[in-house]
């Protein structure tokens, strides 16, 4: 009896405090379900106006006198970057070809093999050296924590974080720790997308989120009503 007695007072003072937070981080609750809701009303392509856009045939790319970029070279994009002391012109086919091209003699540069991957990781990345694993993904075969149609090496630390350097760019294109894995899995919970990860907008986020509103507006006018206290009953035998 002394038990139950002295465990009722612990629990009224939980119920005190419960009602108390309930005031306190209702409201944030409530606007943030609520903004929630509305953000997966539309999807996230429609929101930066990308269906306003007109359908237009890409132009290649053309500079007069550049040998590079001359009318048959069927380039969409070059971007030119220091790589090892010299200018490198990254270039972007049409097609999404990518290939590299020395910038002042325009001579092209072979892809990335795994020495050249595992030097460009060991100079730029902190702890870069401690490499525990290689391996080339084809542009088809890109790891899901990469995500993009681009040939790549991923370089493996021995801290578990994943290194994306570009075979055909020359570039450090991604740096994945673990804790962006697990950022990323959790992204993925939070709009109910495992499968891509991308989809801020679709019937069931939607559905989950208007139910969520709708009982945290209940918790919020539920906090109005006032409790009566109850009769005391008989004592225990």
Known sequence: MARNMAR????????????????????PIAAWLATGLFMTLR?????????????????????????????????????VTMQQGRAVAILTGLDGSVRRVD??????LPPLDAAAARAIVASRITGGENVRKLTLFAAEDAPFDFRRPLAAWQVVLEDGTHIYVG?????????????????????GLHIMDLS???????????????????GALIGCVLMFRRRRARPAGPPAP
């Open 103 to 108: 910038f002042a003699s325009g001579t092209p």
């Open 167 to 187: 075979r055909d760019t020359g570039e450090i294109e991604a740096v994945r720790t673990r804790w962006w894995r697990w950022f990323d899995f959790a992204w």
């Open 8 to 27: 009722k007072p612990f629990m009224l003072t939980l119920a005190r405090w419960h009602i108390w937070l309930g005031w306190l981080v209702g409201v």
């Open 196 to 214: 891509e990860r991308e989809d801020t907008s679709h019937p069931l986020l939607i559905g989950f989120a208007a139910l969520s509103l709708i």
């Open 43 to 79: 999807p996230i392509e429609e929101v930066r106006g990308d269906h306003l856009r007109s359908q237009t045939p890409a132009q290649p790319l053309v500079i007069e006198g550049s040998t590079l970029a001359a009318p048959d070279a069927g380039l969409r994009d070059m971007r």
